[in-house]
């Protein structure tokens, strides 16, 4: 606490941040029909606090939930794969097409397919995030040093034994580089979503829809802080958990 207090470490940022503040006002004034000033933007955010609290929730929960669903899919088929030389081989592939295939030009089929509802959001999300998370959790699981692997088989450890204490713990480091990616892209995965998908009623994605439809410029730019704040917050989040569950790693 001491030294995040220290004016050494929070004084880069402030300064910053100030300068950046001032670059936009002066792009408010050359360019006010792209940035707003920043006091129209902070009085869109403190007029209806409840509108964007009730908005980020949505797109929060759409955003977490979708993350869930595509690292439980990555994770389980990067056991798959690190295990099962054909399952690589047959994967990978369909795995790269899948990455570069524009998602929300699948977005309206998924709306055939799954309605209005939050499904097609959840599917967008967790299709975003899949890709980073299977490449790294592959990666890990198959990073395992050879000296420590043979002294497995040495003792004749089963593949589930190898995979629990082995494999698994040697590739939290991969895993967790992935979550720092996979963290803030599920939000933008959920705007994405809310703004490809029909049938949105609610989200930050939303938001921004209607409002450029209306030309509210501070409300536009309010949400995007608003999404801003929630992805550094998420990294945040899983920074502090990674320093907490990778005490025992010693980084190279």
């Known amino acids: 606490?001491?030294?995040?207090?220290?004016?050494?470490?929070?004084?880069?940022?402030?300064?910053?941040?100030?300068?950046l503040g001032v670059l936009w006002q002066v792009g408010a004034?050359?360019?006010?029909?792209?940035l707003p000033p920043l006091p129209d933007v902070w009085s869109a955010l403190t007029t209806d606090p409840g509108y964007f609290l009730h908005n980020s929730w949505v797109t929060l929960r759409e955003?977490?939930?979708?993350?869930?669903?595509?690292?439980?899919?990555?994770?389980?088929l990067a056991i798959?794969?690190?295990e099962v030389t054909l399952a690589r081989r047959a994967v990978m592939p369909i795995a790269v097409v899948l990455n570069v295939t524009p998602l929300v030009a699948i977005a309206p089929a998924l709306v055939v397919a799954f309605g209005f509802g939050s499904a097609p959001k959840l599917i967008i999300t967790g299709l975003i995030c899949f890709f980073p998370i299977l490449i790294n959790a592959s990666v890990g699981l198959r990073s395992v040093p050879e000296p420590v692997l043979q002294?497995?088989?040495?003792?004749?450890?089963?593949?589930?034994e190898v995979l629990r204490h082995l494999r698994i713990p040697?590739?939290?480091?991969?895993?967790?580089?992935?979550?720092?990616?996979?963290?803030?892209?599920?939000v933008v995965g959920a705007v994405v979503a809310?703004?490809?998908?029909?049938?949105?009623a609610a989200g930050l994605g939303s938001v921004i829809q209607v409002a450029s439809s209306m030309n509210r410029l501070a409300t536009v730019w309010a949400a995007i802080f608003v999404l801003?704040?929630?992805g550094s917050l998420l990294l945040l989040l899983v920074t502090v958990v990674e320093r907490r569950a990778l005490r025992w790693h010693e980084p190279r």
């Not at 606490?1 to 300068?19: D, E, G, Q, T």
């Not at 979708?66 to 990555?74: D, E, N, R, S």
């Not at 809310?194 to 949105?200: T, V």
């Open 1 to 19: 606490m001491k030294r995040v207090l220290h004016p050494a470490y929070w004084a880069p940022l402030a300064v910053l941040l100030v300068l």
């Open 29 to 34: 004034d050359r360019m006010p029909y792209l």
């Open 63 to 76: 955003a977490l939930l979708g993350l869930l669903i595509g690292f439980v899919a990555a994770f389980a």
């Open 80 to 82: 798959l794969v690190s």
């Open 151 to 160: 002294v497995f088989q040495s003792v004749h450890a089963s593949r589930w």
């Open 170 to 186: 040697g590739s939290l480091q991969y895993v967790f580089a992935a979550l720092q990616i996979v963290f803030p892209l599920s």
């Open 194 to 200: 809310e703004l490809s998908a029909a049938g949105s």
């Open 228 to 230: 801003a704040l929630m």
